[in-house]
């Protein structure tokens, strides 16, 4: 006669431990899918002379984190993340590295980097889409894999400062303020507009053009409240040409700018 006890143990036995592998599994994975939302990754492989390859860029770091256009609202949680290009090359012994990746928009700069910082311990990742602690970088076999921690944006530097203090030193005056301005910033010119004015101030105190840098952030960050209907589709070029914008107005602006950072 069969034990129909024990054969309803074992299946009993055997029903606990798949519903524990499965709650293992499906925490992992819950857990997994929320540290993605908050990392860039980048998969590079060597091709010559750097590293080329494909970073994934969460809905929420594409659309900004500081939310200038407003976008986050659009990004849930399962919201796909986006695939751009990237490319990296190592620029000295110290780990640091320079390339390229798309940005948010075809105009945008593409300068990546990720490099020592004198205020932070960590590296720095410098995107396109913002400034954030590198994660980790592990090169192995011809490839390196890059994760960001997008989590939340670098604070401004005494760098930042020193960056607006010299934008307004360029805005001196009425006769060098230039009203028409297009974004394309040629060398030593006569007059300045406050898109070029900060594009020159943050390369001679930073060596490079960061669109993302802390300053412009904190400039684009009271241009969003005060900016009204003078900015449309980029914020720095619509304000200082706007009719109603005066020389006062964009020097005001860099001075509310400078008073919001509290550099680390």
């Known amino acids: 006669m069969p034990n129909y006890f024990l054969t309803i143990t074992k299946l009993n036995t055997s029903l606990l431990k798949f519903l524990s592998i499965f709650f293992i599994i499906f925490s992992s994975t819950q857990v997994i899918g929320q540290t993605n939302t908050q990392n860039v990754i980048c998969t590079?492989?060597?091709t010559g002379t750097e590293y080329m390859g494909t970073c994934s860029v969460p809905c929420q770091v594409n659309a900004l984190r500081s939310n200038f256009d407003k976008l986050l609202e659009k990004c849930s949680e399962n919201a796909p993340p986006r695939i751009v290009v990237a490319s990296l090359k190592k620029i000295d012994a110290n780990?640091?590295?320079?390339?390229?990746?798309?940005?948010?928009?075809?105009?945008?700069?593409?300068?990546?980097?990720?490099?020592d910082s004198q205020y932070l311990v960590k590296k720095v990742a410098k995107l396109p889409f913002g400034w954030f602690p590198l994660q980790t970088l592990i090169e192995n076999?011809?490839?390196?894999?890059?994760?960001?921690?997008?989590?939340?944006?670098?604070?401004?530097?005494?760098?930042?400062i020193k960056i607006i203090d010299?934008?307004?030193?360029?805005?001196?005056?009425q006769s060098i303020?230039?009203?028409?301005?297009?974004?394309?910033?040629p060398p030593n010119p006569s007059m300045w507009s406050l898109f070029c004015a900060l594009t020159q101030a943050t390369v001679e105190i930073s060596g490079g053009v960061h669109y993302r840098?802390?300053?412009?952030?904190k400039v684009r960050?009271?241009?969003?409240?005060?900016?009204?209907?003078?900015?449309?589709?980029?914020?720095?070029?619509?304000?200082?040409?706007?009719?109603?914008?005066?020389?006062?107005?964009?020097?005001?602006?860099?001075?509310?700018?400078?008073?919001?950072?509290?550099?680390?």
């Open 141 to 160: 076999n011809g490839q390196i894999v890059v994760t960001i921690n997008a989590k939340n944006v670098l604070p401004a530097t005494q760098d930042d």
């Open 95 to 115: 780990g640091n590295y320079l390339g390229k990746m798309e940005g948010k928009y075809p105009e945008d700069p593409t300068r990546f980097e990720i490099v």
């Open 166 to 173: 010299r934008a307004l030193n360029l805005l001196s005056s």
């Open 44 to 46: 590079l492989k060597m």
């Open 213 to 217: 840098q802390p300053a412009h952030e």
């Open 221 to 264: 960050e009271v241009l969003n409240e005060v900016g009204g209907d003078r900015v449309k589709t980029h914020r720095l070029m619509d304000y200082n040409n706007h009719p109603d914008t005066t020389l006062e107005d964009v020097r005001n602006l860099l001075y509310k700018a400078k008073a919001r950072i509290n550099p680390i």
């Open 177 to 185: 303020w230039n009203k028409n301005d297009n974004r394309i910033c």
